[in-house]
């Protein structure tokens, strides 16, 4: 079973950046978009966007335009998302996830990173 | 963007009873929809793609159906487990709805 595991939490002021980590336990994932999904505090989920790992192509929303970038390192099967200019309602935990291996919906995900913004 | 919206905000249904949870999309999204459970603390769960499709090791009482912008996930037999907060989303262009809670009379 494919597993995702993430980096731990991160405690950031607001203007900083901060880069989540995100590596799948099996090298075959490496042929699976990987997306990241947020849910603040008490919130629903919010989509971010998506990395094809093998050719590190990408797709924001555009909500976050500018200021999110996602990277991969297929040496490691790890996928990375970078976020800067922080706000406080950029609180959240942070989750990446990966499509199944029959539909693009996400079938695997990470435990989940929490991020506080914060002075 | 398409926009999804879920009804109810919330359901309360006793053990044992049917929960039939609706999403709308704001555009035609064809099929691809897809249903998620997340309880308190866990990361979403995938049960339903592609509006009908149950995901591997969910069970049978958890059905998905619908296509174009009218979609429903439906819990039949409810047992204490399922409560949860419930979540549709497209992956046409990708958006979540704002979720359904159901909990358990």
């Known amino acids: 079973q494919v597993q995702l595991v993430q980096s731990g939490a991160e405690v950031k002021k607001p203007g900083a950046s901060v880069k989540v980590s995100c590596k799948a336990s099996?090298?075959?994932?490496?042929?699976?978009?990987i997306h990241w999904v947020r849910q603040a505090p008490g919130q629903g989920l919010e989509w971010m966007g998506w990395?094809?790992?093998?050719?590190?192509?990408?797709h924001y929303a555009q909500n976050f335009q500018g200021r999110l970038t996602m990277t991969r390192d297929t040496s490691i099967t790890t996928a990375y998302m970078d976020l800067s200019g922080l706000r406080v309602d950029d609180t959240a935990v942070y989750y990446c996830?990966?499509?199944?291996?029959?539909?693009?919906?996400?079938?695997?995900w990470g435990q989940g990173t929490m991020v506080t913004v914060s002075s | 963007e398409t926009v999804m919206t879920q009804s109810p905000d919330t359901l309360s249904v006793s053990p044992g009873e049917r929960a039939t949870l609706s999403c709308r999309a704001s555009?035609?999204?064809?099929?691809?929809v897809a249903w998620y459970q997340q309880r308190p603390g866990q990361p979403p769960r995938l049960l339903i793609y592609?509006?009908?499709s149950r995901a591997t090791g969910v069970p049978a009482r958890f059905s998905g159906s619908g296509s174009g912008t009218e979609f429903t996930l439906t819990i039949t037999s409810l047992q204490s487990e399922d409560s949860a907060v419930y979540y549709c989303?497209?992956?046409?262009?990708?958006?979540f709805g704002q979720g359904t809670k159901v909990e358990i009379k």
């Open positions: 996830a990966r499509v199944g291996e029959v539909t693009d919906a996400l079938e695997i």
């Open positions: 099996e090298f075959s994932s490496i042929g699976y978009y």
């Open positions: 990395i094809n790992p093998n050719s590190g192509a990408t």
């Open positions: 555009e035609s999204v064809i099929n691809n």
């Open positions: 592609a509006a009908s």
């Open positions: 989303q497209q992956y046409n262009n990708w958006s």
